[in-house]
């Protein structure tokens, strides 16, 4: 069948919005090499360590429950453009702090930029993108989450070595090698806001506020129809409805929507699985079992390499495989891993200084291990969540229901993250035991939970209705 849509364009499009994903996965991990570093400086413990980092999911959180909204009173593009300047003034902000307490307050301000971010992405993507190209323009989300992942740890990594091998270090213009890694930020934020000043308005936030003819010429960007069709299939399946608010969310379970819970439960399950301890603790994991920072470093390098590569595997699949499937393989690939794992970490000797002790043999298996959970994980749940959150709502409740969703991974993401220091203080083995048994709880959820949305158009999401997706529960 001859396709009827413009690939480059809906390509070009998707990958300025998916910039947003990078800034989200910079912020998230720079504070990853910055850590042992901030510690010492502010004189930290364990769980004041894990608040600083973990205050920028509050505001992550906080971002994403107002996103929805403030993208339905003034648009997809204006609110990335939002986003872009809580990036660069959170950047600046962390690399000059005067105590720990501003330090708090510009994380949770580069954490709001990371929520905003995250719901605008897959939500602008989703409606731009055509069915046969939805899951793999969605997926660019996660992709761009992962190389700014490992943009920040490759960065770091040359910071840390031209600086003499310690975050520590004065460098340039004689500031800490710490404060430069947040500094660095403020370049893709500044990329980011001025692709997002050329993206055109999504169509279905024009058509919602009366703007057809526009609605047509952003339309005609994308598809070789002419759009009048598609313009009509949009009114029809907003029903004339009033922008969403949480109100439309209502249902008898629990107070929401059965569909809407679905979104929130999958949102923390892509969090309790515990990759978000990986990517913000690694260096701290490894420099804790006997390897010295810059061996933590490349080690994390390493791994954030591997995320990169196989979200590049789930890019090709989910459109052909689908997305329950890819839940599927990857629970049951994280099952096994995060299980050897907590074998590892747990009959380890134990050092003097109360942590374990990984030998010749155990090490190799714990490093082995730990890339293969993350690239199950990164082939499959850490870019499909993604889509999947930005197609199954119909098209009258997805800024509401995407927002909520959203806000619940950020919620789940710092229960994790303030959570692992004090646990893997105690016992890396029973932290990752911890992340053993939701890996293993998600395999019936995505059973009985999880329904195929590949190929189907988000206009005729609304049909589901009368089926079994909304009702699901």
Known sequence: MQKDYRTGRVVGLATSAALGGFLFGYDSAVINGASSAIKTTFELGDFALGFVVSIALVGSAIGAWFAGYLADRYGRQPVMLFA??????????????????????????????????SVMAPMYISEIAPAPMRGRMSSLQQFAIVIGIFATGLINWLILNASGGSALNDWLFGLPAWQWMFLTMTVPAAVYGLLALRLPESPRFLVQMGEEDQAK??????????????????????????????????????GLMPLVWIGIILSAFQQFVGINAVFYYSNTIWESVGFSEDQAFQTSLITTGVNVAFTVVAIALVDRVGRKPLLLVGSIGMVITLAILTYVFGTAPIGADGTPILTDGPDVVAMFSFNIYVAFFAATWGPVVWVLLGEMFPNRLRAAALALAVAAQWTANFIVSTAFPPIAGKSLGIAYGIFTVFALLSIPFVLRKIKETKGIELEDMDDLESNSLLRAG
């Open 84 to 117: 872009a300047g809580l990036f660069m003034l959170a950047a600046v902000g962390q690399a000059f702090p005067f105590a720990v307490a501003d330090l708090v307050f510009w994380r949770f301000i580069g954490g709001a930029g990371i929520g905003v971010a």
């Open 217 to 254: 010429d952003v339309l005609r960007q994308i598809y070789t129809a002419e759009p009048d069709l598609r313009v009509a299939e949009i009114k029809s399946s907003m029903q004339g409805e009033h922008r969403s608010s949480i109100k439309d969310l209502r249902g008898t379970r629990f």
